[in-house]
């Protein structure tokens, strides 16, 4: 079992930028996968981000492609969200999930909230 506790989060104005970071913390594993998500209020969770852990490839949504970017930390098992050019369109619940080696499926922490104002 592996748990991940995403921090960071807070409240920006239009413009200004964020990073997020996600730490997973458990016995015996290994990252495969760690991708970045939110949700709105009243909106279904949307993928944001993909990070390929051994080789670094990433893959992002059109909606952030281009002000995002997911990385891993400096810190062993840890994934990062840089956010430029936030807007109010982003005020969000922001989660990190990962896949391991060693299991099925993926694990989610329970999110930092991001809020944007005008």
């Known amino acids: 079992q592996v748990q991940l506790r995403e921090s960071g989060g807070g409240l920006v104005q239009e413009g200004e930028s964020l990073t997020l970071s996600c730490a997973a913390a458990?016995?015996?594993?290994?990252?495969?996968?760690a991708s970045w998500a939110r949700q709105a209020p009243g909106k279904e969770r949307e993928w944001l981000a993909t990070?390929?852990?051994?080789?670094?490839?990433?893959t992002y949504a059109d909606s952030v492609k281009d002000r995002f970017t997911i990385s891993r930390g400096v810190a062993e098992d840890t994934v990062i969200l840089q956010m430029n050019d936030l807007n109010t369109e982003d005020t969000a619940l922001y989660y990190c999930?990962?896949?391991?080696?060693?299991?099925?499926?993926?694990?989610w922490g329970r999110g930092t909230q991001v809020t944007v104002s005008s």
């Open positions: 999930s990962t896949k391991l080696f060693e299991r099925p499926g993926s694990w």
């Open positions: 458990g016995r015996s594993f290994t990252i495969t996968q």
């Open positions: 990070l390929t852990w051994d080789t670094n490839q990433t």
